[in-house]
């Protein structure tokens, strides 16, 4: 049987995509962060997951406003890297699990989860920068990747309760899925950052440690912020740190902590990496 091994939840600032791909992670600046990564690096190593369900956010790049999926799974054998400005990352083309994938589908939307299923589409930095995180630079990605965009650019997207759920739905669905599979569930983005109005560059770092402290013990208390409150202590695109809830909803109630790091600032947010095992 499918089995839920381990939740990873890390930030995905696109600069951190940019200091691996111009060889910078080893500069006064990255070093620090950089040197956080390293053992979750070899944790990964270690575990090598056969499948990543892979919980992040589109930045305009796939979906434009012209179309809002709030939860779109990706069911494709392959995802490109998207062109956001710079060319195309220089990273590995993703390689989906459309099996696991259509079963995710078929579970999750007769569970109550009205997903929008997606057979085509390229992935930004959300989806890349923490693979480049979590595997370095590796001439193909150790792990097949399914794709779970998840919309928090456009006002409303959904609340942390509900990404709770669809996480605990997720477990359900990979539990009944009969073929022996390592999968992990990343939740990604964050933390506290806004990039845009008056606040722009606001960062609390006490925020970003509250919420990775309870991440583990007590994700009820944190399914429990409202948007508003993400916004005033975490900034606008703080909200980024519901999907974060979708990752700790697939693993049980007694995950434990195996690491976690922070580090601030990165580029214009906190950096934070936690890793849960079952
Ligand atoms: C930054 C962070 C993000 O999550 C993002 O999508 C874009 C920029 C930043 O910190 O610069
Ligand atoms: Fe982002």
Same mark, same amino acid.
């Given at each position: 049987m499918a089995k839920i091994i381990a939740g990873v939840g890390t930030s995905h600032v696109p600069a951190i995509g940019a200091a691996v791909d111009h060889g910078k992670t080893q500069e006064p600046y990255w070093k620090p962060l950089f040197d956080g990564y390293e053992p979750a690096r070899v944790w990964m190593r270690e575990r090598q997951p056969d499948v990543v369900i892979l919980v992040y956010n589109d930045h305009a790049s796939a979906f434009a406003f012209d179309l809002i999926p709030t939860f779109a799974l990706g069911v494709a054998a392959e995802y490109r890297p998207h062109d956001?400005?710079?060319? =195309? &990352? =220089?990273v590995p083309v993703v390689k989906g699990d459309p099996d696991l994938a259509w079963h995710l589908a078929e579970s999750l939307i007769l569970d109550g989860f009205d997903l929008t299923l997606v057979n085509e589409m390229t992935v930004d930095h959300g989806l890349t920068v923490p693979l480049s995180i979590m595997c370095g630079s590796p001439p193909e990605w150790p792990c097949r990747v399914i794709p779970l965009c998840v919309n928090v650019i456009q006002y409303p997207p959904p609340t942390g309760r509900r990404c709770h759920d669809l996480g605990k739905a997720i477990r359900r669905a990979v539990d009944a899925y009969s073929p022996d599979l390592k999968v992990a569930v990343f939740g990604t983005g964050g933390m506290s950052h806004q990039?845009?109005?008056? &606040?722009?560059?606001f960062i609390n770092a006490d925020f970003d440690r509250m919420f990775l402290n309870n991440l583990t013990r007590d994700p009820e208390s944190l399914a429990r912020i409202p948007h508003v409150e993400y916004i005033r202590e975490a900034g606008s695109e703080g909200i980024e740190l519901v999907m974060w809830l979708i990752m700790r909803g697939a693993l049980g109630p007694d995950a434990r902590e195996i690491y976690s790091h922070y580090h601030v600032p990165a580029s214009n947010s906190g950096a934070g990496l936690i890793i849960l095992e079952e």
């Open positions: 956001e400005g710079y060319g =195309p &990352r =220089p990039l845009q109005g008056e &606040r722009a560059g």
